[in-house]
């Protein structure tokens, strides 16, 4: 086994509600028993320390925000990370400061270690989130790579494990372990300075001075005796929520907000086997007075995904184009309908379904960004009026369906159709087309029906072509009533060929 | 003579991208036959290269020969699989059309962005799906710099970026290794005339015959006086739907 522990050192602090423009300068600390357990980074800068004491933070930077720990928030934030961890492994712990991923089965899918460590790190960090990662066989071992301090926190051996973990510092070891600091102090006073020297103490007596529990940590984290662990199970449904700190109303904030929740989502999928087809975004405003309905984000997927990276995109792309009635204060994501999905599967060559797939993606991407009407495809129509012998449909939505065969067509068609045709003026028995007098090229095409469905057509079509060359396809009409009704003496432009 | 074997002595890379000054270059990428061997003739590599970009400017306004003059390129290209994105087209593709230039319908998508920043965006997007095999953008305004970005996307991912631009952009610099532009002639002619390409510059212009959509065109050059609009029933070459009842209406 190979276990990656993934450690937060400011757990605390990162579970709160979601800082979007968090007083940058001002800081915050999370309290908790009259003691500071984690500060960011201005705060920091402004001398409040892990450990210090709350009166003495308080004192000496009155300014910093002091929250009081929030042990819901911060089991509900690790929750949510082994949910979006669940993309790299099936097996997850949840550990009391972070979580422990098996991972030996995900090395050669991920690409080896360094990617998928590179992995992990770049999925906390959408979570808003900043881990220090270590690897070693045991659950122990990784979990104490992770939290102490030191040059190496990657062993893939045992032997090499053993061999770190003997050189970690006392206390900080110890501390990790979750021993009491009557025992750090106690084993420091007869002075051992690493985890080594503790393990090489006489066990009848370290049992004695330590109790039972150091020893077990000891022989857990030194892979000599087994640990069971209980694997972390998602929840049968998904919906995740975020609350955000501050009022968000700009999509780019929304978005930086929602990646974790899309993250999850992600994880939640890959855990399931399946991929999302539609999802809808949750959007909460301000309830009161002057409260506005919560506002909704419908995505629908033309091919389904449940890959964060393109789930991400197309929300980001909607958030922009969306405008909002009031600052939102809340997220909530929801999966309305998802199929089953068996990932793909390696390939040396690039296959057909891959790159359906691809084109699928594409289509939805553009689709978000530019609108679902203005990515189009066309097919053909049996009809003979050219205005309805073809259909412009969506790409993102399935082709509708045409009955008939179209007609085989004899004379050529121009292949730019004016979706409205363009009356021409007659001077001297002949069309013109703005300042140039149009040549008839060819002898009627008579095109003459739609009797059936209301839209009447009586028109002879002729390839006409200007002094500029331009090959025209225009009509006369033929209808008294039509040709009187218009300015023009009957004559249309339609298309042009190209 | 020394400049021949110095040149045979390079290294396969440097010396296909290397060319004498009056020899046409060879080309650095795949290219597709044009269908029309006056031109293939002087496109380096015989064709339209199959990545990167290539510009197409024309003098008139759409609708002067310019899909005749790439329709069997296109069609070539598109065979083997793989998608046909036209953005930005000045007008409606018009269907049966295209389907006779030999555009799979199937495979054919088309974009109308709502301003040139998001039809480059697209353009990109295209490019980097890897499913693209043949662009074509109407883009009247753009800049060199966001060309050349396109122009390393298509080369990337081997893909023919056919940008159609307004004569007036000869001016104007371009990355484009491969510039031509056209102005229609009568009969269904197109004068080709090639601004910059891999070798020496082409002063003379190239003619091509386009296929012709008017069946049988008489001798003149000017074309002949109109034929009477208002021929009676019989002699309309196609007559489609039902005859009787619409006269009615």
């Known amino acids: 086994m190979l276990w990656l522990a993934i450690h937060l050192p400011r757990l605390p602090l990162e579970a709160l509600p979601v800082p979007l423009d968090a007083l940058p300068r001002v800081g915050r600390c999370v309290v908790d028993q009259g003691q500071v357990l984690a500060a960011d980074a201005a705060a920091q800068a402004a001398g409040v320390q892990p450990g210090l004491g709350q009166a003495t933070a308080a004192a000496l930077a009155p300014q910093v925000l002091q ?58 960090q959408g979570c808003g989130t900043a881990p220090t990662l270590g690897l070693a066989p045991t659950a ?7 939290a102490c301090p030191g040059p190496r926190r990657r062993a893939l051996a045992q032997a090499t494990s053993q061999r770190l973990l003997a050189r970690l510092p006392l206390p900080a070891a110890l501390h990790a372990l979750q021993q009491p600091a009557r025992v750090a102090d106690l084993l420091q006073a007869i002075g051992s300075r690493t985890l080594g020297d503790v393990r090489a103490l006489p066990r009848s007596g370290l049992q004695r001075r330590g109790g039972t529990a150091l020893l ?43 990646e974790r929740l899309v993250l999850m989502l992600a994880g939640w999928l890959s855990r399931q086997w399946l991929a999302a087809h539609r999802l809808r975004l949750l959007l909460r405003h301000e309830q009161g007075r002057h409260g506005a309905p919560d506002a909704e984000l419908v995505i629908e997927l033309g091919a389904p995904s449940r890959d964060a990276g393109h789930l991400m995109l197309m929300l980001r792309e909607r958030l922009q184009r969306m405008t909002l009635a009031a600052p939102v204060y809340g997220l909530r994501l929801m999966l309305d309908d998802a199929q089953p999905c068996a990932g793909h599967e390696g390939s040396l060559l690039a296959d057909d379904r891959q790159q359906g797939q691809n084109v699928h993606a594409l289509v939805d991407r553009l689709g978000a960004r530019l609108g679902p009407e203005r990515v189009q495809r066309l097919a053909l129509r049996a009809d003979h009026r050219p205005e309805r012998a073809y259909v412009a449909h ?47 090229l060819t002898r009627a095409e008579r095109i003459e029906t739609g009797w059936f469905d209301g839209a009447l057509v009586c028109r002879d079509y002729h390839l006409a072509e200007g002094p500029d060359h331009r090959l025209r396809w225009i009509y006369r009409e033929r209808r008294v009533q039509a040709v009187s009704a218009s300015a023009s003496a009957g004559w249309y432009l339609h298309g042009l060929f190209a | 003579m020394h400049a021949a074997v110095a040149h045979e002595a390079l290294p396969a890379p440097v010396r296909s991208a290397l060319w004498f000054g009056h020899q046409l270059g060879a080309a650095e990428v795949p290219t597709v036959p044009s269908g029309f061997d006056a031109l293939d003739a002087e496109l380096p590599g015989g064709g339209w290269p199959l990545a990167g970009l290539t510009e197409l400017l024309q003098q008139v306004e759409p609708g002067g020969g310019e899909l005749a003059l790439l329709a069997a390129a296109l069609a070539r290209a598109a065979a083997p699989g793989g998608q046909v994105v036209w953005i930005a087209p000045p007008h409606t593709p018009f269907a049966p059309a295209l389907q006779a230039l030999g555009v799979p319908l199937d495979r054919f998508l088309w974009l109308s962005p ?87 510059a082409l002063a003379r212009a190239i003619t091509l015959a386009l296929p012709d959509p008017v ?12 034929p009477s609009p208002s021929k009676p029933l019989a002699d309309a070459d196609v007559v489609a739907g039902h005859p009787s009842a619409p006269l009615a209406a």
């Open chain 1, 216 to 258: 077990r940590a000891l022989d857990h984290a030194f892979g000599d005796a087994p640990d069971p662990r209980r694997w972390f199970e998602p929840p049968a449904e998904f919906c995740a929520e975020l609350e955000l700190m501050h009022r968000a109303d700009d999509a780019q904030r929304l978005a930086h907000a929602a």
């Open chain 1, 394 to 440: 969506s790409a993102t939505k399935p082709p509708p369906c045409t009955p008939g065969l179209p007609p085989p067509y004899h004379v050529a068609r121009p292949a730019w159709l004016l979706p409205l045709p363009v009356p021409l003026a007659e001077h001297q028995g002949r069309p013109w087309h703005g300042t140039q007098p149009l040549a008839l």
């Open chain 2, 215 to 226: 069946p049988q065109r008489h001798g003149t050059t000017n074309p002949s006086p109109s």
């Open chain 2, 114 to 200: 709502a301003s040139p920043k998001d039809a480059a965006w697209a353009a990109e997007q295209v490019l980097r799906s890897g499913t693209c095999a043949w662009l074509q953008w109407w883009s009247p305004k753009t800049t060199p710099d966001m060309l050349r970005r396109l122009h390393l996307a298509a080369l990337d991912h081997h893909c023919p970026l056919l940008v159609l631009r307004p004569g007036t952009a000869q001016q104007h610099a371009s990355p484009a290794p491969l510039r031509l532009v056209c102005t229609p002639l009568p009969r269904r002619q197109l004068e080709v005339r090639i601004l910059k390409r891999r070798g020496p």
């Open chain 1, 140 to 146: 122990q071992a990784a979990q104490l790579l992770a």
């Open chain 1, 67 to 124: 929250c009081p720990r929030d042990l819901t928030c911060e089991t509900s934030f690790v929750r949510g990370l082994a949910l979006a961890l669940a993309v790299l492994t099936p097996h997850i712990v949840i550990a009391p400061t972070g979580v422990l991923l098996e991972v030996r089965g995900s090395l050669r899918l991920f690409g080896g270690v360094r990617k998928l460590l590179f992995k992990a790190r770049h999925i906390a």
